[in-house]
């Protein structure tokens, strides 16, 4: 009924159009042309070796892409051709790639569902994955700058205070050395030690090492936040800090990545203008727990 190749046996175009294919139908858009897959793949640590292709004939007809560290995996990505589903290829390759996991002597496998991708977490389900949290996508639509005199809603200047930009590693090695609830994977410091060059950080001038501070990558006019705190600061200083960045980035969106639900800055979120674009389940899988 199928076999099964190793990821790297497929080019990294043909790897794209298999990625693009299987998510041609998703519940939100996605698409990546070969260098975003390639970025992604080094972002989160894709272990192309572990990662498997499903073939039906001489036909790749799915992919389950594994990224590793240390003990830990997680499901970057898989799918199944939208006219050969449910021919039991999304739950070989689940099986395969636990399968290669296992093998390589991890003990957990972690991964995101949508709320709304019922048929993924069913198949998640009945492999024994449990949910350890709910994580959001935060958006703050296209705006225009609050300069421009139109009535945008959103956070008063708190306070006179100057802004002050932060070198990245600073709130990197702060992330690491501080306990703090970890990051879901793609935001994780192994993550974003991998960009730090493409990072910014933004605080007050004069805040204290544990103040308020949001890091993020701004990409043309848009601005994907990273990690964000009030630190020892009150919401309306962690809201003035995302206030400040929206006028920097005026017509673009901001975007947080799959903020733990009840995280300590949804309220300064709210209060800058963000919405919940998209919730999922965190999930996770004792590989000596498989059912
Ligand atoms: C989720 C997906 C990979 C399943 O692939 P598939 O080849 O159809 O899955 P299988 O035939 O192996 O079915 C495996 C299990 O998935 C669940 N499932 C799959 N399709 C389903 C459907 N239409 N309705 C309900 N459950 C479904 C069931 O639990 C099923 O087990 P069962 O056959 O014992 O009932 C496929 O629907 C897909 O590619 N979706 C788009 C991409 C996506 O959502 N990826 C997951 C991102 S987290």
Not at 70 to 95: C, F, Q, S, T, Y
Not at 172 to 197: D, G, M, N, V, Y
């Amino acid at each position: 009924m199928g076999t099964f190749v190793a990821a790297h046996a497929l080019s990294l175009a043909d790897r794209a159009a298999l990625f693009n294919a299987c998510y041609a139908d998703y519940l939100v858009p996605v698409a990546l042309d070969a260098a975003g897959l390639e970025r992604m793949g080094v972002l989160c640590d894709i272990d192309l070796s572990a990662s498997r292709v499903r073939v039906a004939g001489d036909t790749p007809v799915g992919f389950a892409f594994l990224g590793v560290r240390g003990a830990r995996g997680w499901i970057g990505g898989m799918g199944v051709l939208p006219h050969r589903r449910r021919e039991g290829h999304g739950r070989a390759l689940m099986n395969a790639v636990l399968d290669a996991a296992a093998a390589q002597g991890l003990t957990h496998v972690q991964l995101e569902v949508l709320a709304d991708n019922h048929r993924a977490r069913d198949l998640y389900v009945s492999l024994g994955f449990e949910l350890t949290r709910l994580v959001n996508v935060w958006l703050k639509p296209v705006t225009e700058a609050r300069s421009s005199g139109l009535p945008i809603p959103g956070p008063a200047p708190a306070q006179e205070r100057a802004f002050h930009e932060l070198p990245a590693r600073e709130v990197l090695a702060r992330l690491e050395a501080e306990k703090r609830e970890a990051a879901p994977w793609q935001r994780e410091p192994a993550t974003l030690r991998h960009i730090e060059s493409e990072l910014r950080a933004i605080t007050f001038r004069g805040a204290s090492p544990s103040g308020p501070f949001v890091l993020y990558r701004p990409q043309e006019l848009n601005v994907n936040i990273v990690e964000l705190d009030a630190g020892d600061g009150a919401v309306p200083a962690l809201a003035a800090l995302l206030g400040e960045l929206a006028d920097r980035h005026a017509g673009g969106w901001m975007r947080v990545l799959n903020l733990p639900e009840g995280h300590g800055s949804e309220a300064a979120l709210r209060s800058a203008g963000f919405e919940i674009r998209e919730r999922q389940s965190e999930m996770r899988l004792a590989l000596n727990r498989r059912t």
